[in-house]
């Protein structure tokens, strides 16, 4: 989440009339990542069970407080309705542009502040999604993401233009726009893991569980009565496992979650 963020900020620092990427990667930003702490935050509620009840400890405050970010953001519906309207650009016709490096100066962003009219905002051009991918081919499990993510955009050809009115159904556009998220996450934290010299080890176990993920939201779309014998056919194509590697996975548990046991001291 940490990785998406910090990319995330370089885009849209470096907006411009011509670079608006930023459009994508903020509604992810407010919604997939907001929605991705709220997971976790349950999942260590489930940890540390009833001691998240006592009183004057930062869990208590979270319990109240965190659930409150994916709305205070705009709702899922909201945020989707805008991503969703990006997928063609993104996915079919990506554009030349620099390559943006970590954004740290104290430049100006005053083109946040005059943005100027939302017409055209389908049009917003990407670069390829692909380049960021490649450079991390080799990882096994960026390599069956990877088969995921071509299996999604096969189910997105074969669908054609019955696809604007299937996701007039909003429980399906949620599904298939949950998919193409996956996408984008995907790349702006191998963007970011590059710039912050995150190991493949780590990359690869963070690979597991997005290959996981996205297989759930497979099985999710591939339940709706809505869909074609051709996208159903595709679907399936997108439902994989990731590639084990015990080994890996204790290490990078040893070296780099255990080695932070008793490490942080709070301030008095």
Known sequence: MKLFGLRATDYMRVANENDKRYLLYNPIMKMKVAMQGEKVHEQLFDIIAAKGFEKDTYFEQAVVELRGFPKLEGTSH????????????????????????????????????????????AKTKFHDYN??????????????????????????????????????????????????????????????????????????????VFVRDFSAYAVELYGKPINTEAQLEKIMKMIKRPVPNQAEFEKVLKEEVYSLVNVYIQNP
């Open 78 to 121: 909201v945020n989707m309705a805008l991503i969703i309207k990006l997928i063609p650009s993104y996915m079919f016709m990506p554009a030349q542009f620099e390559e943006v490096g970590r954004i740290t100066d104290n430049r100006n962003d005053d083109f946040l502040f005059r943005q100027g009219r939302t017409r055209g905002y």
């Open 131 to 208: 380049i960021a991918y490649n450079s991390v081919a080799h990882l096994p499990n960026v390599k069956v993401y990877m088969e995921q993510i071509q299996a999604y955009k096969e189910f997105l050809m074969v669908s054609g233009p019955d696809l604007a009115k299937q996701m007039q159904d909003f429980d399906y556009l949620l599904a298939v726009g949950e998919l193409f998220t996956m996408v984008a996450y995907g790349q702006l934290i191998i963007e970011s893991a590059k710039i912050e010299g995150v190991s493949d080890e780590i990359l690869n176990q963070m690979f597991d």
